[in-house]
């Protein structure tokens, strides 16, 4: 093995100041070196970090990589020291490999086609103009994350699932709280275990009586109460975070390239494409994890068996290799192809969700609001730590003129 491999000695705790949107430097100077490089965990195992946009998504692709929890013994920021990590809990298939994944996943991949989601399109509309008319009624200022990014993924995955969003309060807060990497253990803890009871009652209330919902169609296959409520788990907590940080981060980057911005408040034929640069360039799920089941040859170097390699999707959708001016927010770019949805089997089940509501959501929030604009410096915007799972911002304050 070349004595020249670059070491990442600590996952880096922050990103650069002014750089809100870009992947901490020293994610980006790994990528510099070379596409995969040694990392070591705070547990002192020595492991890998893959940030070359080839490399990952060829490990995306690779079965001899898991995704199984109990396989994933070593965290980035974490000595779990002796501690025994338990396998995923039933239905919650973002943690296992096949042929387990997949009886979870299949079921649910036709219901989240590209024709069934743009058949949402028009209620998606609606929510959205419901919020901009509350956002201009309560004007001119609001914080754009309680106002707009938080509610219009929150109703329509409440819709899809059948869950009441009256009672929304009951878990949005909860599973916000698994995400931001900020929520101390013990109210991580309880704030899981309390969505797992609503999940439980809810399943349970569908068992009595089904209504027209995703969760009733699961009814009719062989899942239990137990795999209904995991999967449940899953579909919320992705259909609540992601979304959401991608419309506020998103907005906040546009305000911050006001050139790009007045080019699609030009030309809304821009917004597939500028929505599909926006995930490039944010890529709010920014990390993930695999743990080589064998000796693996990848990128010139043997991963051995066991060992833990580390994800940096941001990094990887940042590569100059694959992208020119990477760095650089360009809504009429031509090099598709990110990864922000990941690849392979685990790709994101509802990334055609995710882009109709951020088409809509935006293109409607830039036309209603022409003179939209931040009401604090960029600087004082409240982000996320690293540390959250998902990256974006707790608040967004903006103004416009009445």
Known sequence: MSESLHTLPAMPAARQPGCPFDPPKELVEARDHGPISRFTFPDGHEGWLVTGYDLLRSVLADSR?????????????????????????????????????????????GKFTVRRMRQLTERIEQVTAEHLDAMEKAGPSTDLVTAFAKPIPAIMICELLGVPYADRGSFQENVEKFMDGQTPEDELIAAYTAVQTYLAELVAAKRANPTDDVLSDLLDGDLTDEELRGVSLILLAAGLDTTANMLALGTFALLRNPAQLAALRADPSLTERAVEELLRYLTVAKTFMRTALEDVELGGHTIPAGSTVILSYHTANRDPERFSDPHVLDLRRQD???????????????????????????????????????????????????????????????????
């Open 336 to 402: 598709g192809g990110h990864l922000a949805f990941g690849h392979g089997i685990h790709q994101c089940l509802g990334q055609q969700l995710a882009r109709i509501e951020m088409r809509v959501a935006f293109a409607a929030l830039i036309q209603r609001f022409p003179t939209l604009r931040l009401a604090v410096p960029a600087e004082e915007v409240d982000l996320r730590p690293e540390t959250a799972d998902i990256f974006g911002v707790n608040s967004l304050p903006v103004t416009w003129d009445v």
């Open 65 to 109: 990589f898991s995704s199984r929890k109990e396989l994933m013994r070593h965290h980035p920021l974490i000595d779990f020291g002796d501690f025994e990590v338990p396998p995923a809990p039933p239905g919650e298939f973002l943690l296992m490999d096949d042929p387990q994944h997949s009886r979870y996943r299949k079921p649910l991949a």
